[in-house]
Structure formats: C-alpha cells, structure tokens
Nanobody, 127 residues
C-alpha cells in the first residue's frame, strides 16, 4: 500500500517557522486532493490545510494567515509552510491524500475521507 513520506518537523521557539514536506510516491492522476492533519496528545486528529490537485485550498481557522499549503509540479511533493508558530501548534503532523474510488469527498478536512496517509512528523513549539 502506498504510504506518504513526511519530513521537516522539529523543535522551534514561538514565533519561529518550519516547512514540512511530504513525498507522494508514484503520484498519478488518481489523486484528487491532499491535506495536512495534526494530532496533539489526548486530542483528536484535526485538519490543518487542504489543497486540490487543480488548485484551490482551505485552512482551519487557527492556522489561517500563518500556514500555507502548496504542492509542486508535477505534484509529487506536498508542503506546509508554518510561520509565527505558537505552542498550541505542537503536535504530530500527518500528510494525507484522497486517491481513486476508495477515498471520500475533498470538500472538507474530514480525516475519514482521506485514504492514503504518512506516518507523521513531530512539531514542537516552546514558549
């Protein structure tokens, strides 16, 4: 089964920046959208940002204006630029994709719709 490959996590002070990357092995036209999710200890996984393969993106309210999602051409790498990081951004960050008929709708950052996942990369922000 295809698994996405995240990198770029680390530890930073509040106000700092990190850029997460996610390689999509074997990228093809069966992929419809991508997203970043995060999960902090004791909390549910939440959507952070999403992007369609043909453009258009969406952001969760807590990160709007600070995070930017993008993907390169020919689209086999997904990025999350995170600026002005806050301690509450501390979490394991996962990239995910909706691929083929097995995935759900790309209309919202609903983790259940995404059928391809990475193993995660840790982001820790200290005050």
């Amino acid at each position: 089964q295809v698994q996405l490959q995240e990198s770029g996590g680390g530890s930073v002070r509040a106000g700092g920046s990190l850029r997460l990357s996610c390689v999509v092995p074997g990228y093809d036209f069966s992929y419809r959208c991508f997203a970043w999710f995060r999960q902090a200890p004791g909390k549910e996984r939440e959507g952070v940002a999403g992007i369609y393969v043909n453009g258009g993106n969406t952001y969760a309210a807590p990160v709007m204006g600070r995070f930017t999602i993008s993907h390169d051409t020919p689209g086999n790498t997904l990025y999350l630029q995170m600026n002005n990081l806050k301690p509450e951004d501390t979490a394991m960050y996962y990239c995910a994709a909706v691929q083929g008929a097995g995935g759900g709708s790309c209309d919202s950052l609903n983790a259940r719709a995404f059928n391809v996942w990475g193993q995660g990369t840790q982001v820790t922000v200290s005050s």
